[in-house]
């Protein structure tokens, strides 16, 4: 039987959401946590994407499978509540759990999805409060001209300028609907981008060379090149990583 959990993450200790040989990862933390309350070892988790290391999630969804019997509710599937529930209570707490709940068996965690949204936040001013979760820019930018490059981006399929160099991808093909800064207050703003699917670092990549737009370091027809030429030396910089938020996935 399939399940799918709803979790969500501070990714600042984590080297991403993907397995890495070199440091942990939310995936690990949790394929661990299921195995331990479920007691059964090969426990596999799949996720709707992969976060790059320092990236959080205010929701991510991931499956596995389980066929055998656990908690009050046997002959009947996972007791979805209780399992939540342990599960919060074994994961460290820069993890979380949501919602477990099972799903047909062809639903799958990344390919089921229709879209995922992100949020990149940027605010202009020091801030204790905001500074581990946005990225403090002291230079000042033009949001509307910022915005009106953001719009171009719904005109194009193909974002290989965007996408990190030598990342094993088959296509850099993906379909944004929506894009656009949104100010929060007079000093901090968020950058919302919505896709079917994203490439590796894209977001942050894109930020970046948004931001070289708002700064005049790059023309609306510079951007548009950008686009069109498909190199990723002709992007901007990608921005850090610690105000990147995956926000939303649809089903």
Not at 54 to 61: E, K, S, T
Request: contains cysteine.
């Amino acid at each position: 039987m399939r399940y799918f959990i709803t979790l969500s993450y501070d990714g600042t200790h984590y080297h991403g959401w993907q397995i890495q040989p070199n440091g942990p990862s939310v995936q690990e933390k949790l394929q661990w946590a299921l195995s331990t309350i479920l007691r059964q070892e090969d426990i596999l988790v799949t996720g709707a994407g992969r976060t790059d290391a320092g990236v959080h999630a205010r929701m991510m969804v991931a499956h596995f499978d389980f066929c055998g019997f656990w908690g009050e509710k046997q002959g009947e599937g996972l007791d979805c509540k209780q399992l939540a529930y342990k599960l919060n209570r074994l994961l460290p707490q820069d993890i979380a759990i949501q919602a477990i709940q099972p799903v047909r068996d062809d639903m799958h965690a990344r390919f089921s999805a229709t879209s995922r949204t992100y949020h990149y936040y940027i605010h202009t001013i020091k801030d204790p409060f905001r500074r581990a979760y946005s990225c403090e820019l002291h230079y000042p930018l033009d949001f509307k001209l910022m915005n009106v490059a953001a719009a171009m981006l719904l005109n194009y399929e193909d974002f290989g300028a965007f996408c990190k160099a030598h990342a094993d991808v088959k296509t850099t093909l993906c379909h944004v609907t929506v894009a656009e800064w949104r100010e929060t207050s007079p000093t901090s703003w968020y950058f919302e981008i919505t896709a079917n699917r994203f490439l590796r670092n894209m977001v942050r990549a894109i930020v970046g060379t948004l931001i070289d737009v708002g700064r005049g370091r790059l023309s609306l027809d510079d951007f548009r090149k950008v686009i069109e030429g498909r190199r990723r030396t002709e992007a901007g910089e990608s921005m850090p990583a610690n105000a990147l938020f995956l926000e939303n996935i649809t089903y």
